[in-house]
């Protein structure tokens, strides 16, 4: 497993990768407030979603803090995926350093 920093990822993104960006929080934090373009799969749904998330792909695994996505990279890895980023400080980090207009919590 890779660990990005908000900035690092938003200069992935600028270069033209198109990972997989996996948020593993709760709907109503995902719907609160989420880095564009991700996609929702609650952490306790992840066992049951596996087969909607591509193993060849680049997977970035975002939460609030960046706790629940590093236990879900690694349940990823455990599965066969080789190319697992957890997003460290996740989406409260983000919007400190890349986002500074998105809603927190």
């Known amino acids: 497993m890779r660990h990005f920093s908000p900035k690092e990822l938003k200069v992935h993104l600028e270069q033209g990768a198109k990972p997989v960006l996996l948020d593993v929080r709760e709907p109503w934090e995902y719907d609160y407030c989420r880095i564009e373009g991700s996609a929702l799969i609650p952490m306790g749904q992840i066992h049951r979603q596996l087969d909607e998330i591509d193993p060849s792909a680049e997977v970035v695994v975002i939460c609030h803090h960046g706790i629940r996505s590093r236990q879900v990279a690694y349940y990823l890895e455990t599965q066969g995926y080789d190319d ?12 400190q350093e890349v986002e500074p207009t998105m809603r927190r919590y």
């Open 84 to 95: 697992v980023i957890n997003l460290e400080g996740g989406v409260e980090r983000w919007a």
